[in-house]
């Protein structure tokens, strides 16, 4: 998951345990910014992969993940 936000823009700004916490600026847009909390467990749940596609911003969670 952090390597696909980090290919989407995303920059690793926090380690705390066992998430990574990412975040996203618009490049032209300031108002455009998200962060995101990804666990870092060996198999996440689809829910949750579901919350983290859509606070990311993706609009088709199949095709981006």
């Known amino acids: 998951m952090v390597k696909a936000l980090t ?3 995303f920059v ?3 380690r705390t345990g066992s998430h990574v916490k990412l975040r996203y600026e ?3 847009n300031d108002d455009d910014v ?3 909390s ?3 467990h060996d198999r996440i749940r689809i829910g949750t ?3 983290i596609a859509e606070q ?3 609009e ?5 993940c």
Do not use: M, Y
């Not at 088709?60 to 981006?64: G, R």
């Open 7 to 9: 290919k989407n823009r």
């Open 12 to 14: 690793i700004v926090d």
């Open 26 to 28: 618009h490049p032209t």
């Open 34 to 36: 998200r962060v995101v």
């Open 38 to 40: 990804v666990p870092q």
């Open 49 to 51: 992969l579901r919350n």
């Open 56 to 58: 990311s911003g993706a």
């Open 60 to 64: 088709d969670f199949e095709k981006w």
